[in-house]
């Protein structure tokens, strides 16, 4: 049966370069939950389109915990608040590599290093880099590195050392920005982007849902991410964190978080989208459900917060009856048992906080 959504899916499918009209894109943020599922279906034949069934997982390490100078309203590792995030230096060569190894072992397509920080100091880039070499002579696992805000020179750098593709969020809409963070500004933080795309890297770029946006702003950020023509999307849902100013902001509705999906989908057909951090907390029983917009997940956790184990997110995996896309671009079926010996986060001091 022909519906609305259908008809955007076949739109988005007859010609992928386009773009659905904003109107459109706000549309979906209105779906009534009667057509909840209709909407999911008509994503999904676009994921379907350019991704198949296959999920791919994306393991983060948090190579060094908090002190930022940087003043995120959602950040539990801002040196501005009280929040219990705790302070751990940059993790070693050698932790790196094991962190990848670990992240491979889950059956991982990508290892992403982060750290936080303004942007990396030589000696960070030094340790980041060099993990970076040894872990692509061993594995074959795909490389991400979120380090804050780059030069033309330190993304050069990275990408030499083997980097594939580099995370740096615009989090919001440039309006909106201004009331989350004031020591930089959201151009600093699309100029890291072009240095990161202009070095070679693919980029990996998206935001974060429930930060007192209005639907507006939420709009902006899809298609600013779109002109910016980013390779990666992840979509986070906030987990308001204690002592942070957004503290007490409440979760995101479940079916909003899945027309979000959705939105970001239609927007972005090609794109390697992923559901990110706050997504077992919002989504909750729904979970599954957002493999059908999206075609990507973290397992292990996240960088201040915990998450599903690589066993619990292999067999959501499998029961929804997806398989597991590898760097080598093989698809595998999940595998819960072969990866139940691999624990949830490993992170340094125990943080109960969140960022992606
Ligand atoms: S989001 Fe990143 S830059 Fe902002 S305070 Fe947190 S660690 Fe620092």
């Known amino acids: 049966m022909s519906t609305p959504w259908s008809a955007l899916a076949a739109e988005s499918l007859a010609d992928p370069r386009s773009m659905i009209s ?36 994306h393991v983060l390490d948090n190579a ?15 040196s501005k608040y009280a929040s219990p995030s705790g302070e751990a230096p940059m993790k070693s060569v050698d932790d790196l590599v094991e ?17 936080a920080t303004r942007g990396p100091s030589q000696r960070d880039l030094d340790t980041i880099c060099a993990a970076a070499e040894r872990i692509k002579s061993e594995l074959d696992i795909e490389l991400c590195a979120s380090l804050g805000l780059l030069t033309a020179a330190k993304a050069q750098r990275l990408a030499a050392s083997g980097v594939d593709r580099f995370n740096h969020n615009l989090e919001t809409s440039e309006r909106h920005y201004a009331q989350i963070v004031s020591t930089h500004t959201w151009a600093d933080r699309v100029e890291t982007v072009k240095h ?35 390779d990666s999307v992840p979509v986070n849902f906030l987990d308001a964190r204690p002592g942070t100013p957004l503290a007490g902001y409440p979760l995101v509705e479940p079916g909003y978080a899945l027309r979000a999906l959705c939105m970001f989908r239609f927007v972005h057909p090609r794109t390697d989208l992923r559901v990110a951090g706050g997504r ?21 956790g996240y960088l ?53």
């Open 22 to 57: 904003r109107d459109a894109a706000r549309s979906v943020l209105h779906a009534p939950a009667d057509e909840l599922l209709a909407l999911l279906d008509a994503a999904f034949t676009v994921r379907r389109a350019h991704w198949g069934r296959r999920v791919s997982l």
């Open 64 to 78: 060094k915990v908090g002190a930022c100078p940087e003043d995120c309203g959602f950040c539990s590792q801002s």
């Open 99 to 115: 962190g990848a190894r670990r992240a491979h072992a889950a059956r991982a397509k990508r290892y992403c290093m982060v750290t």
């Open 196 to 230: 990161a795309k202009d070095a070679g890297m693919d980029t990996c770029c998206g935001g974060i849902v429930g930060l007192g946006e209005s639907e507006e702003d939420l709009l902006d950020l899809a298609f600013a991410l779109r002109a910016l023509d980013v």
């Open 280 to 300: 077992e907390i919002t989504l909750r029983a729904l979970q599954s459900f957002a493999l059908y917009p999206a075609n990507s997940i973290f397992t292990q």
């Open 304 to 356: 201040t917060t915990g998450g599903a184990t690589p066993s619990a997110d292999h067999q959501m995996i499998k029961d929804a009856g997806f398989e597991l896309e590898l760097a080598s671009g093989e698809s595998i079926p999940a595998d819960p048992e072969a990866v139940a010996h691999l624990a949830g986060p490993t992170r340094r001091p125990s943080l109960p906080l969140a960022r992606s």
